[in-house]
């Protein structure tokens, strides 16, 4: 009957002083009697019994002392060491922090780049090791600076109910487009936490087949602006625009966008009220790109809205050339798990340039853009941009419309709305206390709850300039809210 692992080693460990200081009649005596207990081969057992208690030299000035009563760690050595860690390292900051089964598919482009414009020189073994490197490893590698960095909702839609049955509704069980072009359009809002007043948007564009987002920001959500930023947009594409679906907000469910439309031949689509994810594939940009490069902070006016357009016209270069996504191409339920499978993680150039409905001559132009890109130079403008974009926040004043203190003097559009903003709350402020339902106080609420006084709207005068006529709808407010959010 053999004996346990730890009984062995206590064993070897009790019988080796004996053995080192017996003779050779007594040696093969101990030995005998530890192969028959313990099962181990004569040989084995010697070595075990001779080595206890002797001092190795590791290293210069290191010394080990071997004891056989300790348990051997065994298992294969280091393969990824310093140089292919700090090179992940720098990819996954020019990267923007990706998870690793994406960077995994960004190094063969995003190395290539960096060699190319001296920026990164690794060796032949490290480069090799990089290009067959798992994405597992690489979280695992990444995950003590993931710690380091680690940072420690709101909605703003407002109703569009005109036109809303002229526009047919789209789920996301309805998108099965194989065909570069039909879009998926939002406003995100950087309101800074409160949404009285007007204060910068961001029109959020991305197509469903291949991933390429395109951002735009405007001065407010009136149709005027989000309708030039999309065309703005369109002309930037570098595929035709066959499809639009957006939500249900006013800044897009309007006539002028739809007659554009009809007369340039694109589809036009809504999702449901209440359901984002009948354009789930925009709503994770928003906060992939929107929110991780802008941040949450409030933006008032048009220098703030330049500097936002400067930032995007730099993070779509390296969100649609360098930054993989995965695409979910099958799902199925076992029980009460459900398995996901995706495919291989290519960026949005790729997958425009691997699709058949797009021309030659615009893959070659891909290609000799993504050849002219230098990832690390792209990087620091990135974030010399954003170190720009900071000085525009503004701050918020809770109870009072945050913005009509700190609209810059020589900005004209902005004191316009200044002004308008100023008589609207003017108006509200005289506003008369509501009175309890039915004459009744309210005896189980708080008494700063039996009576109150009529609230405010969240965006005065949204959609309209002071030259233009401004009234105030008593509708009931939509509760759709999947525009101006916090994702």
Partial sequence: MKIAMSERRILVKNHAREYQGARKREKGRILDLLVCATGYKRGYAARLLRSHGRQIQVRPGVVARVDAGLKEKRGRGREYGVEVVEALKRMWECLDYMCGKRLRGAIP???ESLERHGELEVSAEVRRKLLKISGATIDRLLRRERERIALKHRG?????????????????????????????????????????????????????????????????????????????????????????????????????????????????????AERKNDTCYVEQKNYSIVRRGVGYGRYVGSAAVAELNRLYGLLRLRTNFFLPS?????????????????????????????????????????????????????????????????????????GRPPDQRSVPAEDAEARQLEGAQNEFFEGWANARVCPPKNGKAGKHLPPFKRHTVAPAPDYPLAGCSPAEPTSVSSGKRNSNRDSSKTP
Avoid at 186 to 208: C, I, K, R
Avoid at 341 to 362: F, G, N
């Fill in 109 to 111: 482009v995003a190395l």
């Fill in 156 to 272: 703003g839609t407002k109703p569009g109910t005109l036109l809303k049955s002229q526009i047919p509704v789209r789920t996301f069980a309805e998108w099965d487009e194989c065909q570069v072009g039909f879009v998926e359009i939002d406003l995100v809002g950087h309101d800074g936490g409160s949404s009285q007043g007007e204060y910068a948007q961001t029109l959020d564009v991305t197509d469903v087949h291949t991933g390429w987002s395109e951002q735009r920001a405007v001065l407010c959500k009136a149709q005027r602006w989000v309708f030039e930023a999309l065309r703005e947009v369109r002309a930037r594409l570098p595929f035709p625009l066959l499809g639009i679906d957006s939500d249900n907000g006013g800044e897009f469910i309007n006539q002028a966008l739809l007659t554009y439309c009809r007369e340039e031949k694109i589809t036009f689509t809504r999702a449901r």
């Fill in 326 to 398: 995965m695409k979910l191409i099958e799902k199925r339920r076992c029980g009460s798990r459900v398995h996901k499978r995706y495919d291989e993680p290519r960026t949005p150039c790729r997958r425009i340039l691997e699709s058949e409905s797009v021309s030659e001559a615009v893959k070659r132009g891909l290609r000799r853009q993504l050849r002219g890109l230098n990832l690390m130079e792209l990087d620091r403008a990135i974030r010399e941009s954003q170190s720009r974009l900071e000085k525009h926040v503004r701050p918020v004043r809770m």
